[in-house]
């Protein structure tokens, strides 16, 4: 009976942690990032919400809107990034991502060989030049391609569009390939870069309606992703909160962060479920997307979000 009563009292004290820690997640009380994650990413070990700024490159080499102005055929290209690298890491960034913003229209599947080429190229020279953590997604949904490319410049993270399931897109029906891209990345060495993916990204639409949570579960527990993205309808569309709070709820102590539409004012709602932010037209000058990154921006994100 003694055995039968401590066994029931060590249950109770169980559920009640459980109960803490899902309060914690909901009232904002947030813990730190996950051992794993800042082992892999040693420069957030003492940040509780990284802020990760967009590095949008225009038209590379081989997309219709590529226009080389003088130089070698990236210099534009490079210029742009560093530029808004080091606007982001003067501010306080805790990291930097790097994506083919200005390729479009994308390719659904694999990029071509001259848009990795010229990613590597930019990445390279923006890994040397800033002291934060750097990430690549290449778009719309190359996740082999952003894999190779981290592993080969040093960079700590790379974001997939479209990691399950199946999305109705600009670029046509786009799959989700879990298996393929976990094993690469392991065929790849890269067990060290970080697989953020998007659940239900922007400019798509679900080939058919779920529940988000199980989405986020099928992410994180059969798909095997390092983070989960949840953003709004569009670049730069604010994300829904209480469609953060579910996809948290769902994620559990996998890390979320928001994709889209996060300010300055937007911030503490959000950062209330939410792990962190991945920014891009609100620090840009004027928060106009086209714009050059504006140190002062970052600078007043940052503080707002380490003030919480």
């Known amino acids: 009976m003694a055995t039968r009563s401590r066994l029931g009292k060590w249950i109770a004290a169980m559920r009640r942690v459980r109960a803490c820690v899902a309060a914690t997640a909901w009232y904002g009380l947030r813990?730190?990032?996950?051992?794993?994650?800042?082992?892999?990413?040693?420069a957030w070990k003492d940040v509780e919400h990284p802020v990760i700024g967009m590095v949008h490159l225009p038209a590379l080499p081989g997309?219709?809107?590529?226009?080389?102005?003088?130089?070698?055929p990236l210099h534009t290209a490079t210029d742009h990034a560093l530029r808004d690298a080091q606007a982001l890491a003067d501010g306080g960034a805790d990291g930097v991502m790097i994506e083919n913003f200005g390729d479009v229209p994308f390719f659904k599947g694999r990029a071509p060989a001259e848009t990795v080429a010229a990613m590597t190229a930019v990445a390279q020279r923006v890994r040397d030049a800033v002291n934060v953590p750097v990430g690549i997604n290449v778009l719309r949904n190359d996740a082999r391609s952003a894999l190779a490319v981290a592993?080969?410049?040093g960079a700590s993270f790379v974001r997939v569009n479209v990691l399950v399931g199946a999305y109705v897109t600009d670029q046509g029906v786009i799959e989700g390939q879990a298996a393929d891209v976990m094993r690469y990345r392991a065929a790849l060495g890269a067990d060290d870069v970080l697989v953020l993916a998007d659940v239900r990204v922007k400019h798509a639409a679900p080939l058919a309606d779920r529940p988000i949570e199980e989405e986020t579960e099928e992410l994180v527990q059969r798909a095997g992703a390092d983070g989960v993205i949840v953003s709004g309808a569009g670049t730069g569309k604010p994300t829904?909160?209480?469609r953060v709070a579910a996809v948290k709820r769902a994620a559990g102590d996998t890390p979320v962060f928001v994709g889209s539409g996060a300010t300055v004012e937007t911030a503490a709602g959000l950062l209330r479920h939410a792990d962190g932010l991945i920014v891009g037209s609100s620090l840009k000058v004027g928060g106009v997307l086209e714009a050059p990154v504006d140190?002062?921006?970052?600078?007043?994100?940052?503080?707002?979000?380490?003030?919480?």
């Open 151 to 153: 592993k080969t410049v």
């Open 295 to 308: 140190a002062g921006r970052v600078r007043a994100l940052v503080e707002a979000v380490r003030a919480l």
């Open 240 to 242: 829904d909160m209480d």
């Open 31 to 42: 813990m730190a990032l996950p051992e794993e994650m800042t082992r892999r990413v040693p």
């Open 63 to 72: 997309s219709p809107g590529f226009e080389p102005v003088r130089g070698t």
